[in-house]
């Protein structure tokens, strides 16, 4: 039945699994899946790749050889196998249908057959001096046979690092179609898994017909492989596999075949979709292609195993490809049967792009008519939202898994709507002359004229959590500056969220763009959308400072803007007022403590220790149950301290703060400096001479004197509305509005002008004259 079958003869039981074995992938080693589901059906989607328990992976030949086509990618290889060790660790039960047999053989027959002639030509002529050596056209059962040792020698070697035990299957189309043989490969695999063994399975080249000869098969350097997909699908659905993971030299399924201008990478593939599908040539190694691979796939799909097709030769993505696509990454091509209602995430993406170039050439009346009737049906519509609001506020209260000060920006008020409108008509009216304002305009020469004007950015992608009141906001900004918009908010907001897009595309389709701005609400993980960077232009975070870490590390070659941390401090200098120093503190902390620009850090002049505005400032944050935690210093003064503090760089985001004792501005600026996030500080100070030396050095976004903390805001500076704070030092800084989502191209008029005629041989000069651009002047 089998060629051979080879068992190693330590066989670890399933009661080690819980201590792993000491791999490097990251923590996912560390991951848990829940209980096998019944097979017969495929997952819908890839967040339930998760749950997959048992798993074929399938390595093309393009994978396993390297480049030269003669021997293994070892590296390549040994990334693979500590990943599927990863897995099996945790419990899963991995199978692994391979190539590269022939490769190996080839190898080793090369070797022996230069050596054979050298030894040969040293003979005959006596001499050390060898001729010309020719290598024969190797066959390629030959090869597989000199090699299928060898290549299931090194398996064993590298999964023996990882204490995983593996078995040799090799297996002939007759395996399958006779019905003796297939129970009894179904049984030998059945019972390898349940001895925790891997099973390394290939088709027996040394005994297989031949592939049908073509051009790809001539010649010394190129390898024929016996084609392995069908034979990983067929595997997949024998032993109701829950995932086939076929890798190649591909990133996934295309549209039109790689390489070609137009083509895209398909992430998710429907049945029924192979019409829109343009097939391109096979890759050189082997003789399957991506059609094989596709028909392979929907055969697997049918029979309730769920596919994915990958590229697992990469060197940036190898070593963790196959554990991203179980995490449920968008990786490759998934095959699923279940096609969403809605558009996908890419093609709300191309609908935002398409319908914001048609916002920006809009008239700004018209722009600020779609503002001016969001605030409208802000207003008109507020039960509807403060109904869907309460749902929301409900939802999270009941799941136990949200914070209480995430909560608290979750919620909408009657209060809260009638300043988003205010707001939002405000910035109508404020940016009537933003997209294409002229803001130089240069003579090159006569009658050669440049401008430089402001334009959208493109594709803005926010993400936010809890604060519903972000959407109105943004969009709105989005609408003024002329830039599509995709939307991802939480889903604590769900309900909220939905309605409040609902009014912005009923504001945007007064002047038919209502696909200018998009609300995602698939299953797409953050770190996916990151990886847009052929869609997206601009990322703005709004939400936790662990959110805003985790967008800035997945954004891939595309500009992020905003603040990780909202580290506040407020210094009360030893010349302040005590009336001003209280009422500044209270405000800073106390006016709504889960905001970024709350105060976080109290710093104190140790002068004040033990005088009546020290005494003042601890009873007032008593009385408003602010927790306080003591620094380091100010712990030192104190014989019964408050809590000492863990860090300080923390945002606390609630009633809790740290105050400190500094010796002097200069301290409390390198305090600053050294703990804070550039977001917002302050000083209180009668003293200003003092004041306007931290105005000048304190290096953070917004710095204020005698002024509380939370007025770090675009509608309180009268930007109408704000996508954020940017502690960044290029583009855009502080609170970013209307200006900061704009960027600048240039207009050059002539008259057939060419670089030529203004050559030594030329008949003209250059001028370079400023002429002068009257306020408000419009391209």
């Known amino acids: 039945m089998f060629a051979r079958l080879a068992l190693c003869s330590r066989l670890p039981s399933r009661h080690w699994q819980s201590n792993g074995c000491p791999v490097s992938i990251r923590a996912f080693s560390q991951a848990k899946f829940s209980l096998p589901r019944p097979h017969g059906k495929s997952f819908a989607h890839r967040s339930e790749l998760k749950q997959a328990k048992r798993i074929v992976v399938k390595l093309g030949s393009a994978v396993v050889t390297r480049g030269d086509e003669c021997g293994l990618a070892l590296g390549r290889l040994a990334s693979i196998v500590e990943q599927v060790a990863v897995l099996q660790n945790q419990g899963r039960e991995m199978m692994i249908v391979t190539s590269g047999a022939v490769a190996f053989g080839k190898q080793r027959l090369r070797h022996e057959i230069l050596l054979s002639q050298s030894v040969r030509q040293a003979l005959h002529s006596g001499q050390n001096q060898l001729k010309d050596m020719s290598i024969p056209v190797l066959e390629a059962r030959a090869c597989a046979a000199a090699g299928q040792s060898g290549l299931m020698a090194l398996y064993e070697a590298m999964f023996t690092q990882y204490s995983i035990c593996t078995a040799q299957i090799l297996v002939t189309n007759l395996d399958f179609h006779d019905e003796q043989k297939r129970r009894n490969l179904n049984s030998t695999l059945h019972e390898l898994l349940r001895m925790n063994i891997v099973p390394i399975i290939n088709t027996n080249d040394a005994v297989v017909p031949p592939p049908v000869p073509n051009s790809d098969l001539q010649g010394v350097n190129v390898i024929s492989i016996k084609d392995n997909d069908s034979l990983a699908a067929r595997l997949a659905v024998e032993m109701k596999a829950d995932l086939l993971i076929?890798?190649?030299?591909?990133?996934?399924?295309?549209?039109?075949?790689?390489?070609?201008?137009?083509?895209?990478?398909?992430?998710?593939?429907?049945?029924?979709?192979?019409?829109s599908i343009t097939y391109g040539t096979k890759s050189r190694v082997g003789i399957g292609g991506m059609e094989a691979k596709v028909k392979a796939a929907l055969w697997a799909l049918q029979g309730g195993t769920s596919v994915v097709i990958a590229n697992g030769t990469h060197p940036k993505?190898?070593?963790?490809?196959?554990?991203?696509?179980?995490?449920?990454?968008?990786?490759?091509?998934?095959?699923?049967?279940?096609?969403?209602?809605?558009?996908?995430?890419?093609?709300?993406?191309?609908?935002?792009?398409?319908?914001?170039?048609?916002?920006?050439?809009?008239?700004?009346?018209?722009?600020?008519?779609?503002?001016?009737?969001?605030?409208?049906?802000?207003?008109?519509?507020?039960?509807?939202?403060?109904?869907?609001?309460?749902?929301?506020?409900?939802?999270?209260?009941?799941?136990?898994?949200f914070s209480q000060a995430l909560i608290n920006r979750l919620s909408l008020s009657t209060a809260k709507l009638n300043s988003l409108a205010i707001g939002l008509r405000q910035l109508a009216v404020s940016s009537s002359d933003s997209?294409?304002?002229?803001?130089?305009?240069?003579?090159?020469?006569?009658?050669?004229?440049?401008?430089?004007?402001?334009?959208?950015?493109?594709?803005?992608?926010?993400?936010?959590?809890?604060?519903?009141?972000?959407?109105?906001?943004?969009?709105?900004?989005?609408?003024?500056?002329?830039?599509?918009?995709?939307?991802?908010?939480?889903?604590?907001?769900?309900?909220?969220?939905?309605?409040?897009?609902?009014?912005?595309?009923?504001?945007?389709?007064?002047?038919?763009?209502?696909?200018?701005?998009?609300?995602?609400?698939?299953?797409?993980?953050?770190e996916d959308l990151c990886r847009l960077d052929k869609m997206i232009d601009l990322i703005i975070p709004r939400g936790s400072s662990q959110l805003v870490r985790e967008i800035q590390r997945a954004a891939k070659g595309i500009p992020v803007l905003g603040h990780s941390e909202g580290i506040c401090h407020v210094y009360i200098d030893n010349d302040a007022s005590i009336d001003k120093a209280i009422d500044v503190v209270r405000d800073s902390k106390c006016d709504y403590p889960a905001a970024c620009n709350a105060m976080e850090t109290l710093l104190i002049?140790?002068?004040?220790?033990?005088?009546?505005?020290?005494?003042?400032?601890?009873?007032?944050?008593?009385?408003?149950?602010?927790?306080?935690?003591?620094?380091?210093?100010?712990?030192?003064?104190?014989?019964?301290?408050?809590?000492?503090?863990?860090?300080?760089?923390?945002?606390?985001?609630?009633?809790?703060?740290?105050?400190?004792?500094?010796?002097?501005?200069?301290?409390?600026?390198?305090?600053?400096?050294?703990?804070?996030?550039?977001?917002?500080?302050?000083?209180?100070?009668?003293?200003?001479?003092?004041?306007?030396?931290?105005?000048?050095?304190?290096?953070?976004?917004?710095?204020?004197?005698?002024?509380?903390?939370?007025?770090?805001?675009?509608?309180?500076?009268?930007?109408?509305?704000?996508?954020?704070?940017?502690?960044?030092?290029?583009?855009?800084?502080?609170?970013?509005?209307?200006?900061?989502?704009?960027?600048?191209?240039?207009?050059?008029?002539?008259?057939?002008?060419?670089?030529?005629?203004?050559?030594?041989?030329?008949?003209?000069?250059?001028?370079?004259?400023?002429?002068?651009?009257?306020?408000?002047?419009?391209?």
């Not at 190649?248 to 549209?255: F, P």
């Not at 091509?333 to 969403?340: A, L, W, Y």
């Not at 309900?495 to 763009?513: C, D, P, R, Y």
């Not at 014989?639 to 809790?656: A, H, M, Q």
């Open 246 to 275: 076929a890798l190649s030299d591909v990133e996934g399924l295309y549209d039109s075949p790689p390489g070609t201008d137009d083509a895209k990478l398909i992430d998710t593939f429907y049945p029924g979709d192979q019409q």
């Open 317 to 401: 993505v190898t070593g963790h490809v196959i554990t991203d696509i179980v995490e449920g990454k968008k990786v490759g091509t998934f095959f699923s049967e279940v096609k969403p209602a809605g558009p996908t995430v890419e093609q709300q993406t191309e609908m935002a792009r398409h319908a914001g170039r048609v916002l920006a050439s809009l008239l700004p009346e018209q722009r600020g008519e779609i503002i001016c009737c969001l605030a409208e049906l802000l207003t008109e519509k507020k039960d509807d939202i403060l109904s869907a609001n309460k749902r929301d506020m409900e939802l999270a209260a009941v799941s136990g898994r």
């Open 435 to 526: 997209v294409g304002r002229v803001l130089r305009r240069t003579r090159v020469a006569n009658n050669l004229e440049l401008e430089q004007i402001t334009v959208p950015i493109g594709v803005l992608l926010v993400i936010f959590e809890s604060r519903p009141d972000c959407l109105p906001q943004v969009s709105a900004l989005a609408i003024a500056s002329g830039n599509a918009l995709l939307l991802k908010g939480g889903k604590e907001a769900a309900n909220t969220n939905k309605i409040l897009h609902q009014l912005t595309q009923e504001a945007l389709s007064i002047h038919g763009v209502a696909d200018a701005i998009q609300l995602v609400s698939t299953r797409e993980e953050v």
């Open 605 to 779: 002049h140790r002068d004040l220790l033990r005088t009546p505005i020290f005494d003042q400032i601890i009873d007032m944050l008593r009385t408003e149950h602010v927790k306080i935690h003591a620094g380091p210093q100010f712990a030192s003064y104190l014989t019964f301290s408050p809590s000492e503090v863990k860090s300080l760089r923390t945002e606390y985001g609630d009633l809790e703060c740290c105050i400190e004792v500094v010796d002097s501005m200069q301290d409390a600026m390198d305090h600053i400096h050294k703990y804070g996030s550039s977001h917002t500080d302050v000083i209180v100070t009668e003293n200003e001479e003092t004041a306007e030396q931290f105005l000048q050095q304190v290096d953070s976004a917004c710095v204020f004197w005698n002024s509380s903390s939370r007025f770090a805001d675009g509608y309180r500076f009268g930007l109408g509305a704000e996508v954020g704070i940017s502690t960044a030092r290029i583009h855009a800084r502080g609170p970013v509005g209307l200006e900061g989502l704009l960027t600048t191209k240039w207009v050059l008029r002539g008259e057939g002008h060419t670089v030529a005629d203004f050559s030594d041989q030329g008949s003209m000069k250059y001028l370079h004259e400023n002429i002068p651009v009257p306020q408000g002047s419009c391209s």
